[in-house]
């Protein structure tokens, strides 16, 4: 009995061995194919592209030229992101064929000694059984080789790098710089390196016009919605988008404008659970918090308080989700990295006597809480910023701001270390630093100017000054020593001294203003919700130096990055620089 079964499994074990062996050579076969395909510049081969950009050279105002490139590139990169998707497929159905080869060459050999009469050699009465077995483990052998050798070249070969449209360019090629590395480029978070809105130095364009395409760089189409402002690093720009079930953070190359890669955020189990119950206003939506980064990493986090870290090549680390924010809005509050820390101000409630708000440090490589510590504040927006000796204090500071306080906090361990009464409301705007003083301000309260470096409840003698005249809901505040400014959201700017809170000038622009302004040396560069830039000085007197506009909505808050701007509209990326400048 057992020789007959032998005798039926033996030859389906083969059969099995056989068929497993030619799957696993087809799928090995496509994917060296695809791999071949994937090592040509997949632009050169395209027959529409080399046309198009001789056309856009010889003419480079054409708009229609224009699009056509934006819509051939998206095609072609989407063809290749389709083929490394089937690459990575491939990679455990030829893994499966081989496992399947292996699986069944091994029963057919292991068989052959149950069957009640063992098959005749040729030649001979009763086979050469070690000849036999000898054959078996050699074929065996060379299954195992062949398999190797095949799943090491899809490891290595899977898919070819990303497609680049043109050669990245050098100095003296366009009149344009490769831009270096490195943190003096930075743009790195929220309203800059020190979060403030204030530009370093630098030769900056104050000039730009989507429709004539004046010192329009480029522009790129963001994939998905989102209202978080740009952060650059080198040659990198980081964002955001999501809608209520998918989150995503985009690389994008400073060069020529185009996607990097693209990663949807693998999210906890209970994210899912966050986001059917989440409804966040529309003006913030699920993407309303800048990233961070350091260059080799970006942080995100999202309306439904997801905290995702991605490594520089679009590799997720981790992933951690901080629970149901409950308040009207999500969570809008933007990261910020202090030394080996992630730092979140996370307001929760209605109420303060809720205690639901902490301010959160997290481990940047690991994710892990390093400490948290709990706040007497309800729900707020509001992205803290931190001071220190760079400032001329003698200890850093982190300062937040929410109804009723602005509070200082040792970043180092979460301690509180002074406040001040006297915001209200659900906060939104950010504290800001300059001349030795903290300026905070929000709606239906006042702006205030502190003197910081105190210990305990110094409403009575760190407040330096106080002012009530149309105050902003969303607007964050712009600071230097001499001056102070703050943005009503329906278009009034009020400019004061910063020393001693004077009214010097308001100006109503009549429009909604929603981005936070810049400072670029002596100017302000003030965004409006419909695309426009207003440029003027701060300065003891107003006067209007400029509009620019990039044609679009705008909600986010510009990027300064090595002589060139980043705006975020609704549908783009707008790279802004000076013809000929780096």
């Keep these: 009995m057992r020789g007959r079964a032998a005798g039926i499994l033996r030859p389906l074990s083969l059969s099995l061995a056989i068929a497993a062996a030619c799957f696993s050579a087809v799928v090995a076969g496509s994917m060296l194919a695809a791999y071949v395909a994937e090592r040509d510049n997949p632009y050169a081969a395209s027959t529409a592209m080399p046309s198009l950009q001789a056309r856009l050279a010889a003419s480079p105002i054409d708009d229609a030229a224009k699009q056509e490139i934006r819509q051939v590139d998206v095609q072609l990169r989407r063809n290749f992101f389709e083929r490394r998707e089937l690459a990575g497929e491939g990679r455990w159905l030829l893994a499966a064929g081989l496992i399947a080869t292996l699986v069944g060459a091994r029963f057919y050999a292991a068989l052959r000694h149950k069957l009640d009469h063992p098959p005749l050699d040729a030649g001979r009465e009763e086979p050469d059984w070690p000849v036999v077995a000898h054959r078996n483990a050699g074929a065996m052998a060379a299954m195992a080789v062949v398999g190797g050798v095949a799943l090491a070249a899809t490891v290595l070969f899977g898919h070819g790098p990303l497609p680049h449209a043109m050669p990245a360019p050098r100095a003296g090629t366009d009149g344009a710089a ?5 943190p003096e480029t930075a743009w790195p978070a929220f309203r800059g390196p020190a979060m403030t809105g204030v530009v370093p130095p630098g030769d900056w364009p104050d000039d730009w016009d989507a429709a004539t395409g004046r010192n329009i760089l480029w522009k790129c189409p963001v994939p998905g919605q989102g209202n978080s402002s740009p952060v650059v690093w080198g040659n990198r720009i980081y964002l955001t988008s999501a809608s209520r079930k998918e989150r995503w953070v985009h690389c994008i190359g400073t060069a020529e404008g185009r996607i990097l890669w693209s990663r949807k955020v693998a999210s906890p189990p209970e994210s899912a659970e966050i986001d059917a119950e989440l409804e966040p206003f529309e003006m913030t939506g699920y993407a309303a918090p800048t990233a961070v980064t350091d260059g080799e990493h970006v942080w995100a986090t999202f309306a439904d308080a ?12 981790w992933i951690v989700n901080l629970g149901k924010p409950d308040n009207q809005y999500g969570l809008a509050s933007s990261p ?10 996370h ?17 940047k490589v690991t994710g892990d809480i390093a400490w948290e510590t709990e706040r007497p504040v309800p729900n707020s927006w509001a992205t803290p910023i931190l ?7 003698e200890r850093n500071e982190l300062v937040t701001c929410g ?19 006297g915001l209200g409301g659900d906060v939104a705007p950010s504290p800001v ?7 905070a301000v929000n709606t239906d309260s006042q702006a205030m100017a502190v003197r910081p470096g105190g210990s305990g409840d110094v409403t009575e003698t760190h407040v330096v000054w106080t002012n009530e005249d149309d105050l902003p809901s969303l607007v964050s505040p712009l600071a230097s020593r001499a001056h102070y400014l703050h943005v009503e959201t329906y278009g009034i700017v009020t400019c004061l001294r910063a020393t001693d809170g004077t009214v010097l000038w308001q100006h109503n622009f009549e429009c909604h203003l929603q981005p936070s302004p810049s400072l670029v040396g002596s100017l302000v560069y003030l965004p409006n919700e419909v695309g426009k830039t207003f440029i003027f000085p701060l300065a003891d007197a107003f006067t209007l130096r400029r509009t620019c506009d990039i044609g679009e909505p705008q909600s986010a808050s510009p990027a300064f990055s090595a002589g060139r701007i980043y705006i975020r509209g609704a549908r783009n990326l707008y790279c802004i620089g000076k013809a000929g400048g780096s």
């Design 178 to 182: 490769v831009i270096p590395a490195g």
């Design 306 to 317: 997801d905290v995702v870290c991605f490594d520089a090549e679009g590799r997720q680390a």
């Design 433 to 439: 630093f300059a001349g030795g003083l903290v300026f």
């Design 347 to 363: 307001d929760m409630g209605v109420e303060a006597e809720d205690g639901l708000s902490t301010l959160i440090a997290m481990n």
């Design 387 to 393: 001071i220190g000796s760079d400032e001329g204090l």
């Design 403 to 421: 109804n009723p306080y602005v509070i200082a906090y040792d970043p180092a361990t979460g301690k509180e270390l002074w406040r001040a009464k």
């Design 336 to 345: 910020l990295l202090w030394g080996d820390l992630l730092i979140l101000q």
